[in-house]
């Protein structure tokens, strides 16, 4: 059974960082591209970033270039989300997301499989 497991949301003050981190199992993690969406109150999810199978290749959504930082290790099945200089608007459940054969990295509609969420809260 194909499983992704988030981690490592909280509550932090702006300006703060924090590491989101993804498992996954049940899948062969080095053939999927990985992406993160996030879905603030009130509002649809949306995409966040992506990474490549190997890694070399990412992509951000325009709010947090510079300021997040996609990863993966296939070694250890895991994908992680840097979060620094968190603002208030960045508060949202953030979900990772599994696409095998898909090609649109910001479409929810070309991923297979996701997590449960994981909620960031970003108050002082």
């Known amino acids: 059974q194909e499983q992704l497991v988030e981690s490592g949301g909280g509550l932090v003050q702006p300006g703060s960082s924090l590491r989101l981190s993804c498992v996954a199992s049940g899948l062969a993690f080095s053939s999927y591209t990985m992406g993160w969406f996030r879905q603030a109150p009130g509002k649809e999810r949306e995409f966040v970033a992506a990474?490549?199978?190997?890694?070399?290749?990412?992509r951000y959504t325009d709010s947090v270039k510079g300021r997040f930082t996609i990863s993966r290790d296939n070694a250890k099945n895991t994908v992680y989300l840097q979060m620094n200089s968190l603002e208030p608007e960045d508060t949202a459940v953030y979900y990772c997301a599994a696409m095998r054969d898909g090609y649109r990295t910001t479409y929810e509609s070309d991923y297979d499989t996701w997590g449960q969420g994981t909620q960031v809260i970003v108050s002082s």
């Open positions: 990474i490549s199978r190997s890694g070399i290749t990412t």
